[in-house]
């Protein structure tokens, strides 16, 4: 079981996301206000575990829950890039979500790519869509249902 740290959203595609705290994910939709969510995508959140953003940091950066883009930031989830496509999440509030992609191509390298010459959400970025929506908060834990 796994704990969400920060919920995160930005309003433009290709940017940073800012920790918003808590944050209503829709079904079949992503987290209200975020500029990657859509209806009928099967990249409608992201979720990126602190032992990834941990690697990075022991190159010496500074960073912080959004910086990679994830909307979901977790801390004790260190298997979530390892589990199959199909996988099923649920948070402690009753939100559902499965599993559709591993990874992304990084069509335009990132300011920590240029920086440090490797980035960690294109290998350990996990990508979701929602099956049943509710609520989500910063504290809130999460866990894998299936797998």
Same mark, same amino acid.
């Given at each position: 079981?796994?704990?969400?740290?920060?919920?995160?959203?930005?309003?433009?595609?290709?940017?940073?996301?800012?920790?918003?705290?808590? $944050? %209503?994910?829709?079904?079949?939709?992503?987290?209200?206000?975020?500029? !990657?969510?859509?209806?009928?995508?099967? =990249? #409608?959140?992201?979720?990126?575990?602190?032992?990834?953003?941990?690697?990075?940091?022991?190159?010496?950066?500074?960073?912080?829950?959004?910086?990679?883009?994830?909307?979901?930031?977790?801390?004790?989830?260190?298997?979530?890039?390892?589990?199959?496509?199909?996988?099923?999440?649920?948070?402690?509030? $009753? %939100?559902?979500?499965?599993?559709?992609?591993?990874?992304?191509?990084? !069509?335009?390298?990132?300011?920590?790519? =240029? #920086?440090?010459?490797?980035?960690?959400?294109?290998?350990?970025?996990?990508?979701?869509?929602?099956?049943?929506?509710?609520?989500?908060?910063?504290?809130?834990?999460?866990?894998?249902?299936?797998?």
């Amino acid at each position: 079981m796994g704990k969400i740290i920060a919920v995160c959203a930005s309003v433009k595609k290709g940017t940073k996301k800012k920790d918003i705290g808590c $944050g %209503v994910l829709e079904t079949d939709y992503g987290l209200q206000g975020d500029a !990657h969510a859509t209806q009928g995508w099967h =990249r #409608q959140i992201s979720l990126l575990d602190n032992s990834s953003i941990n690697k990075m940091r022991a190159k010496g950066l500074t960073l912080t829950p959004g910086d990679f883009a994830e909307n979901l930031t977790t801390d004790g989830l260190e298997i979530l890039m390892t589990l199959p496509i199909g996988t099923r999440l649920k948070t402690s509030q $009753g %939100v559902e979500m499965e599993i559709t992609q591993i990874g992304k191509e990084c !069509h335009q390298h990132c300011q920590i790519y =240029r #920086q440090v010459g490797m980035c960690v959400m294109p290998l350990e970025g996990v990508f979701a869509r929602i099956i049943s929506g509710g609520d989500v908060a910063a504290g809130d834990t999460i866990d894998v249902v299936t797998a």
